[in-house]
């Protein structure tokens, strides 16, 4: 049996072939999935928000793309993966609610979500090799550790591989 990993809302976990890391529901979230294809580890962060010096209850790391990315390699890193050949995919960060005023970015969360996780990817030399991103619909989506497939699942927008 191949170990599934629920991976929920401001959590991360990591897993070596053939486990499935799996998160439901990214809306304005952000999945954030990293992968060593050398050693089969794969690694998944559901981020919610951009930042964690931008709010004051900040304990949980998992919660921000800048704080989840380091926790998740350093985690990979203890199962055997090595920074300079992680790739990444990223997924989510939707416009969940269109009819709020488009013109304030600080209720653009979701686009907010996906360029700071590039910008952690960028600063880290991680490459994006995949993204599944924007829109106004929500994802859900399996990490498979041996292969490094990427599973993006949507209701209305059908099934695909990144």
Not at 69 to 78: A, D, G, P, V, W
Not at 103 to 126: C, D, F, H
Request: aromatic share 4%.
């Amino acid at each position: 049996m191949i170990e599934r990993i629920k991976v929920g809302m401001a959590d991360f976990n990591v897993v070596k072939s053939p486990g499935i890391l799996v998160t439901l529901g990214l809306g304005s979230c952000v999945g954030i999935a990293l992968y060593d294809a050398q050693v089969k580890v794969a690694g998944l962060s559901h981020i919610m928000l951009p930042s964690s010096k931008q709010i004051k209850n900040n304990q949980n790391k998992a919660k921000f793309a800048d704080t989840a990315i380091l926790l998740l390699i350093e985690k990979m890193m203890t199962m055997g993966a090595q920074k300079d050949r992680i790739k990444a995919k990223i997924v989510g960060g939707a416009q969940m609610f269109s009819s709020i005023n488009n013109k304030n970015s600080l209720l653009k969360i979701g686009e907010r979500n996906v360029n700071a996780a590039l910008e952690v990817l960028n600063s880290l030399n991680i490459p994006v090799i995949g993204r599944d991103t924007g829109g106004n619909y929500g994802r859900s989506i399996e990490l498979y550790a041996d292969t490094g497939i990427l599973l993006v699942k949507t209701i209305g927008h059908g099934i695909k591989e990144i």
